[in-house]
């Protein structure tokens, strides 16, 4: 999975946008990011139980990927923040 990616940030009742890595990402929403991954991976393991099909993988790494981080960034971080685009 390459990581090279932008991420275009805007926040939340301004009109401030940011553009970032996805480790300067990951370093300034630390403990956000860190309570999301924990939710999604609650919810995709329920999700596989209750399809019959247990997954046993690594979900943060589902979290992180370019065409679904904007979802469950704007999903499962609570934050003034959300992603605009990957660039």
Partial sequence: MTQNFKIKLGKR????????????????FAKELKTAVD????????????????KTGNYEED???????RFNFNSYVNSVWYIENIL
């Avoid at 979290?63 to 981080?69: A, C, H, S």
């Fill in 13 to 28: 009742h301004s009109k401030d946008r940011r553009i970032v890595t996805l480790e300067e990402l990951k370093n300034e």
């Fill in 39 to 54: 939710n999604y991976s609650e919810h995709e393991e329920y999700k596989d139980k209750l399809s019959g099909k247990y």
């Fill in 63 to 69: 979290f992180y990927y370019p065409q679904n981080i």
